[in-house]
């Protein structure tokens, strides 16, 4: 019967009585009662009857009562010397059987699951054998079975593995019981076993391992050749492990941690009936194997050097079973080969993401010149069309070559088989990866065309100015006549000009970019849509402080008065006083909403155009943020001030940008980035120097700032490929950087920087990654004695000019097939072999060459001589400028630490109960729902008890696996179990066995006091367990992700 009561039901509740009083062992009177428990059960288990070792239902080992339990029975029976053998196997593979019929014991039997969790029972050998085998008992301890169909396939594999490795650690001899031939079913399962004790080192126990076959009277051929294959799986799995543990030149096959002989020990035994149940006879060869069995394992005592006494198994046990629940992470996995692959791939997939981000990066910078240099406004829509189509057609090219990189890794590692489980999802995963750089790509392309479209009457203007300038040039060429001048003389006479020209110039030009929009009014529409019903109050408060008038920044103070309504209590009824520390907590809900809403923005903003969609979409947003806030109601004051707040913001940055976008098109600023090409205009005029010198310096003078520029362009996207090949570890995977930056919060020992991590993990990551990119940056290249930043941007500038110079041969190579060629054939041939590698000033070149009445003899051959050795000077004058290059304070085009967050960080979605950011590394993984491999406890996240308001110490799978726990959510209680209902693009599944990681354990009490003040809560006891030394949390951390801290 499924529900039967047997006498282990009593002796488990008795130790569960046991250690309750235990736990709270200052009440004497309490323990008084109870202390005679142990030495009732220790003298029933002395007589016979088996011990629960392990609570089959929920996978625990009741420490202080077994231990307290053999205390008594060594003290009935003295510190005597045991050999433990235990025995595992599937369900109903006839392991209990086994056990019976071998050793005359009395464990049961029946169909389906009636083992649960792990029992003992203490045999005793004869006088005259204690003599011989120097050993007084056997220890035998028989499992449950493994891969029950009653238990979830995902509880399963962790349940199993747990006991698997937890019954092969503690027996120094283990039967594998295996029904028919095939060993398969235990591939896993032992593959798992062998890593954990790796990584727990109980390999000093020279464990050893039998194989049973059931059902087969003899082991045959076929049965060999499938046990080599196993054996040999194991072997490469032991490989594994031993190599993520850096033990591999110790151990390189199974036999080496788990003893094996693949001849002796084997046994194949005939089924158990002789004929059809019910009325058929017990089968002798059955017996007769058995008897074999025994005489083995007699062998196996007797060859044994050295037996554990009772008092080394208890300390065995318990450092054994605190040892499986350090390793959680291990045995979430059915083996050691998948653990490996599934980190390989995790790698990998980033290693995939960044080759996609990183070659359409490079393409934007192609297309942002080529779309920059193109012509008028006429064609401007079809280069649009043009471009967009190119990017698309590019994004399909790179995810075709990387699609066929991700099959070939699937297809032909060596790891296929385990992998296969997750081709499917990765290919899914970057298909999603494509669509979102199509989209990108569009946007891209829209808001360069956008911000050309609004520069067209700049852009004119531009071209006035400089034709302007090119003839004040000639007149002042003109008045000097036949003046003789030195070098330094010419620059004064021209610099004298040039402040006179440009007064003019300030004098004279009106404002050229006048935009269409009134931004404050547009942002004012934006409210009016969104807070129809809120606009008179938010009118008044408009006019006491205008948009313009407002801050800066996205920061809110809250004010308890106008911005907080009492928290609504279970059922909707009563109210409570709100405190200082509640206004606390709405501080901090209040900057989680802005520092989303700041993401937003500079995720979105692509260009320096005003978009209305923006503002919009940011007000929605916060809406949105404001009405998911499980803490409090916030008033509708709250919610018109955060957006007066959002709305300020948007008002002061697209402003900003604007005044850039002004700047960008200022025909002032632009003749003043020329006067270097107007000074070298006017001594080649007034020197009537070498036409062919003067030529060259013309254009390379035109050269240089494009060359820097398009070196800052490429800077960002070539240091991250840089600190990618230098082969930092925290770089690999999202889970390795989160480690990586708790470790790092951990060794500087200030509660006040986590909190920056405890309220927005992905802020807390895009934060390190910019200190670790700027250490990086300023760090001195040992070959060159100059900063990497430096070295990395005279490498760039080396392969441009290398290009350019390319280029400026093959253009006057090509003229001698054109006749009659000329400077405008040159030109127009090194502005398609160019375009694309920098943004050129075409018109601005063609106005200062073109102009210019060249001679017949004019040689072609001098003029490339000239360039080339102008464009060395352009090189060693930008070196300069790179000499000086402050990664923290130059203007970026594209930051590498941002570069780095989106290819390592990706999603920001944080669970809901916890705040531990979700595991995937794609922004936008619809349909995959948001999950977390590791949870934290839940005060972490903030949590407490809604009617004590004490700390929850709980993480989230145990919390969802309860029946009668209940959560907060807008002013309601639910069940946890109906958690999908409300947060449904989550993935928490129930699991009682997972406890805090060592890392959070060490937080919690390290920082307890801290984190309670934080988050108005109030502190609870901290289990003794959870006291860690940080070197322990080291090497957890280091054991769990493979990373060297």
Known sequence: IHASFGLEHCFRELGQMYEAVMYVAERNELVQQIHHLPQVVAKLFISGFPLELMDGDAAHVPLKWVLAVLDEVKQLLGDVRIFVLSVLGIQSSGKSTLLNTVFGLQFTVSAGRCTRGAFIQLVPFEESFKQKLKCDYLLVVDTEGLRAPEIDSEESIKHDNEIATFVIGLANLTIVNIFGENPGDMDDILQTTVHALLRMKCVRLNSSVKFVHQNVKAVSDKTDTGRQKFLEKLDKATRIAAKQEKVEDKYQSFSSVIKFDGKS?????????KGDQPMAPVNPGYCETAQVLKCAIIEAVEAKKGFITLSQIQSHIEELWKSVLDDDFVFSFKNTVELSAYKELDAQYCQWSWEFQKEMIEWEGIARNKMQTSGGSAKLNELQRSIIKEGHSKAHDVYDRLMKSIKNFFEKSEQRETFAQWQMNTEIRFRELLSERETQVERFCKSIISKKQAGIEGVKMQEQCRNLFLRNVEELVHEMGEMTLTEEEQEDKFNQSWAGWLQELKDNTPEIYKTDVDIESSIEECLRTLFKDQMPTIIRKLELKPLKNRQHDLKMKIKREDHMSTRTRWGGWGTTTITEEDVAIAQ??????????????????ESTLYNKGVVHTALAKMKALISKSEDFQFTIIYEIDLALTVAGYSFHRFEAMMEKLKMEQDPIEYVIKLKPSFLVEFKAK?????????????????????????????????????????????LQSKSVLKVKVLYDLGVKGDFSLYKDYLCNVSNSLRHWLKEYTLQ???????????????????????????????????????????????????????????????????????????????????????????????????????????????????????????????????????????????????????????????????????????????????????????DNIK???????????????????????????????????????????????????????????????????????????????
């Open 686 to 730: 007034y020197s009537k120097s070498c036409q062919e010198k003067a030529t060259a310096k013309k254009i390379c003078s035109l050269l240089e700032t494009p060359i820097h520029d398009e070196v800052i362009s490429s800077l960002g996207v070539n240091i991250v490929q840089g600190m990618k090949d230098s082969g930092s570890c925290y």
């Open 967 to 1045: 959560f907060l959510h807008k002013g309601k209680f639910y069940p946890y179990r109906e958690y999908k209902t409300h947060f449904p693009n989550w993935h928490i599944p129930p699991d009682n066995s997972f406890t805090a990681s060592c890392y959070w354990k060490w937080f919690l009490t390290k920082y307890t006091e801290e984190l309670a003040k934080h988050c108005a809560m109030k502190t609870v006891t901290i289990p003794d367990g959870w006291n860690l030394e940080w070197e322990k949390v080291k090497k957890d951390l280091e054991k769990k992700y493979n990373v060297k801290l």
């Open 588 to 605: 901090r809900a209040t900057e989680r909403i802005l520092v989303n809403i700041q993401e937003y923005f500079d995720s979105e903003i």
């Open 265 to 273: 020990d084997i046994y194949g035994f005939p089924c158990v009936w």
């Open 776 to 962: 990086y940056c300023r760090k001195c290249n040992p070959g060159t004695n100059k900063s990497c930043i430096t070295v990395f941007a005279n490498g760039i500038q080396r392969r441009l000019i290398t290009k350019i110079s390319t280029a400026v041969n093959d253009c006057t190579r090509n003229l001698e097939a054109v006749k009659p060629y000329g400077i405008r054939n040159w030109l127009d041939d090194f502005k398609t072999k160019v375009q694309g590698q920098i943004q050129l000033d075409m018109e601005a070149i063609q106005a200062f060459l073109i102009s210019d009445q060249l001679p017949e003899s004019f040689d072609y051959k001098n003029f490339t001589a000239e360039v080339l050795e102008g464009l060395r000077s352009v090189q060693q004058r930008n070196e300069k400028k790179f000499d000086d290059l402050d990664a923290a304070s130059m203007n970026w085009v594209k930051e590498p630490w941002n570069l780095l967050h989106e290819n390592l960080v990706g999603c920001c979605e944080q669970c809901p109960f916890c705040k531990e950011q979700c595991d995937l590394t794609i922004s936008n993984h619809s349909p995959h729902d948001h999950s977390v491999e590791l949870h934290r406890p839940g005060c972490v996240g903030g949590w407490k008890s809604s009617e004590t308001k004490e700390m929850v110490l709980d993480i989230c799978t145990s919390r969802i696996a309860s």
